[in-house]
């Protein structure tokens, strides 16, 4: 099984739709991150959380929330999804001192 | 907003060439990484170097950083067809633990 895991790993929602990308790791790790890729732009932050009790706002937070459910499981969703929100999505994970991020695999998600 | 910036933004080499890419960077920062991406998939993490260090080696890759100019170099030697992928920079901007990354080289090796 993988270290991290996203689910769904693809997924095409209408404008104005609630969705829910899921992300779960095994590492045991406390810290945990949404990142999301658009060509040509790299990699931008969510949200991030250090511990179940900690979550924080990236640097492009708006239009989306996240939920700390556990240690291992760290979900984001979109209220009212729009086409701009049409992208790749990274769940990664870091341990303390150890600051080298473990990615998932990514979920595409589009936006019609 | 980015803090590394790489360069170039696409490099195509013939396999057993070095590629070299560079990083830019803004801001202070405790650690510098390179991560590595095939299409689409998801990030992997290469090689971690701390600001107090000037060099580092692993494997066929060898990391440099200078801080007095705020930049990274990421050579890859010996290059094969696998390494086919983009290759990002990552700062802790300012030592805050969260990385900020570039928007990354798109390497090609031809076999």
């Known amino acids: 099984d993988a270290d991290v895991t996203q689910t769904p790993r693809n997924r095409i929602t209408k404008t104005g739709k609630r969705i829910m990308l899921e992300c779960s790791q095994t590492k045991g790790h406390d810290r945990m991150y949404w990142y999301r890729q658009d060509p040509g732009l790299g990699l931008r932050l969510i949200y991030y959380?250090?511990?179940?009790?900690?979550?924080n706002k990236g640097e492009i937070s708006d239009g989306y929330s996240v939920s700390r459910q556990a240690q291992a499981k760290f979900s984001l969703s979109l209220e009212s999804a729009i086409p701009n929100q049409t992208a790749l999505y990274f769940c990664?994970?870091?341990?303390?001192?150890?600051?080298?991020?473990?990615f998932g695999s990514g979920t595409r998600l589009t936006v019609v | 907003s980015q803090q590394g910036e790489e360069d170039p933004q696409a490099l195509s080499i013939q396999e057993g060439e070095n590629a070299t890419m560079n990083c830019s960077y803004k801001t202070s920062i405790n650690n510098l990484q390179w991560y590595r991406q095939n299409s689409g998939r998801g990030l992997v993490h290469l090689i971690l170097i701390r600001s107090n260090e000037r060099e580092k080696h692993s494997g066929r890759l060898r990391v440099t950083l200078d801080t007095s100019k705020k930049s990274s170099s990421l050579l890859i030697t010996a290059s094969r067809a696998a390494d086919t992928a983009s290759y990002f920079c990552a700062t802790d901007k300012g030592g805050s633990e969260k990385l900020v990354f570039g928007k990354g080289t798109k390497l090609t090796v031809n076999p």
């Open positions: 990664a994970t870091s341990g303390m001192g150890d600051y080298g991020y473990t």
């Open positions: 959380s250090f511990d179940v009790k900690d979550i």
